[in-house]
């Protein structure tokens, strides 16, 4: 199926105001998404999405496109991004993962020696992931704004496999990234390819985007993040040029990476609430696409508040076309979806995107 | 007791690499400490430190001395920093706060209202914690180089009485901020009273300088720091400017808030690793001491890889005489002490502090 079809889908939101952004060409308004839109913070989503791992939900495929359809249809988003998780691949390759609630990601057995790397077998998407292609290929049918498909980055999912779960100081992947570099390398080399297959059959599914997730990149040292990340990154973003789909990067913490995370050859660069976007964008010496920042905790705010600081980062990005307004993490379970709502009206009526395109044919 | 003693004490130790860093001289060698390097971390510690509450062994004053020892003894540092926590005074007025072994703080009744405010009374050093100022005078007679007083900065302090212990977002602390910026306005002035209380205490005791532990304002983007924190912190720092005493600030991720903690008006600004000392220091328009900047992480590599991330922050610094070398964040558990002892070696032989004096009159 779907050649036809989906050239056509592909045409139609070249325009969107998302692709346009992703691309710095103006237009008539700032794009706007949120960072894990769908989700606990929805009532919609807790009626339907019951117990049990999310890995069960994100296999269904009709309860998957549900609910990522959710917030595009309460907010008004200009991307919808699929509802999956960063392990899916590993987990889908038989690694031992689940993801606990309350907790995150928890590996059984954590990757510890060269011999787990025989527990990393390359990723069939068709065989081993259906459902998330399914979900896709459902989505595409029904929404009007681009389907932004994603992976983690190596890094970050190395992070879970090594470590057991979430960290704080990721001190055993620095052991093992400093320790023994090749192994680690090795590691991270085998998570570019599952990334590679999993947005590759994403994009040739239908995803108009895709964005690779390195949320924990920002516990490193900039030194250290050129040395033992960012040439995995790379092998990532440049394995899916030739799909023709921008693609974006998130971490936090990331103040410092910017210009070395730009040097993967990203189109997209998330950045948190740290980094005021104006700032930025002058760290990083290529244009590229800012996507960012509010902080998520700013919305637990009075809406007062919470429409001064998305007018503060607007005012910032001063009508700069390359600029994605989103938060500058994921939004929090608590957070009241009637303030989103009034987040995307806000950056609707008052955004510009005016300026001048950037020179993104150079870069 | 003291004031001849001290005055004796505090003059010999004039000289001493650590305070003369702190005032931006040249000296012989680069001075280094490392935070949180009493602890777990040595079989010494957990030899005598038992079971129980950490607050237990802070109020026996013997066990606290021999602890605050420990790492001077096996390691050579060049300043002692009193063994205590951050949450002392807060548990010592009766908040009702506990630190629970491999959690942190836990407050059992969270801050809520203005009502919660009448459970801060002002601390009375001499009587609500006279264990911390028999300690601080029990280490002055022993010690050879400088002891470091500390408290926690209103804000971090804040941060665990609201949420109720450690927290990874900061929902219910960034909500009162923005929802009532009155109440946590007075809040955070009654925190900087008895922290105020709490450091004054201590170097009236003895201690040669203090350092406020501001560890997790960089969870703030620069404006909601620089309107909601940076007052009281800076409350703090006026309020002991006539001890004379070198006044030090740390926090991690504040890469974005170092112009703005340096107004403050700290002599001693910490960095974390993510911030190179250079870029560190051309981001602070007045001339400070930089205190930093290892991955703690780092410790868990090979020697080799330890020592050539020692000699790297070495180089950076260049000579110059305003630098403490120290940890981007605590000694984790993990770390042999042996690797630390050796960081010492190293800068001990390798590190110069003989630049020309920062113009810190001027400042």
Chains 1, 2 share one sequence.
């Not at 055993?172 to 023994?180: E, F, P, Q, S």
């Not at 394995?239 to 921008?246: C, I, K, S």
Request: aromatic share 6%; net charge negative; glycine share 10%.
């Amino acid at each position: 199926m779907g050649g036809v079809r989906l050239a056509a889908v592909t045409s139609r939101l070249a325009d969107s105001a998302y692709l346009r952004a992703c691309r710095g060409e103006p237009g008539d308004r700032v794009p706007v998404w949120f960072q894990r839109q769908a989700g606990r913070s929805l009532p919609e989503y807790r009626a339907i999405r019951g117990t049990g791992s999310i890995l069960d939900a994100i296999a269904q495929p009709d309860l998957a496109t549900e609910i990522t359809l959710q917030p595009v249809r309460r907010y008004g988003v200009d991307a919808a991004i699929l509802y999956s998780d960063i392990v899916v691949p590993v987990h889908a390759i038989g690694f031992g993962v689940d993801i606990k609630p309350g907790v995150g990601p928890v590996v059984e057995q954590p990757f510890r020696s060269g011999a787990d790397l025989e527990r990393l077998r390359p990723l069939d998407p068709e065989a081993d992931t259906p459902y998330v292609l399914q979900t896709v290929r459902n989505l595409v049918g029904e929404l009007d704004v681009p389907l932004i498909g994603f992976a983690g980055a190596p890094f970050t999912v190395a992070s879970y496999l090594i470590e057991g779960g979430p960290s704080r100081n990721y001190t055993v992947t620095k052991a093992l990234m400093h320790g023994d570099p090749q192994l680690f390398g090795r590691l991270l080399d085998r998570l570019a390819d599952l990334a590679i297959a999993s947005v590759r059959s994403q994009v040739e599914a239908g995803a108009s985007a895709l964005q690779l997730f390195d949320s924990w990149a920002g516990a490193l040292s900039r030194e250290d993040y050129r040395r033992f990340v960012q040439p995995h990154t790379r092998k990532v973003v440049d394995a899916v040029a030739d799909l023709g789909v921008p693609r974006a990067h998130f971490g936090v913490t990331t103040g410092e990476l910017l210009a070395a995370i730009a040097e993967t050859g990203v189109d997209v660069v998330g950045v948190d609430w740290r980094v005021p976007i104006d700032e930025a964008r002058r760290r990083i010496p290529r244009p590229v696409t800012l996507q960012g920042n509010l902080d998520p905790g700013v919305l637990m705010a009075p809406i007062d508040v919470v429409e001064s600081q998305v007018r503060a980062i607007l005012d910032r990005n001063a009508g700069h076309p390359a600029f994605v307004f989103n938060l500058g993490h994921g939004v929090l379970p608590e957070t009241d979806p009637d303030v989103l709502h009034r987040v995307v009206e806000v950056v609707h009526d008052e955004g510009r995107a005016d300026g001048p395109a950037d020179p993104r044919g150079s870069s």
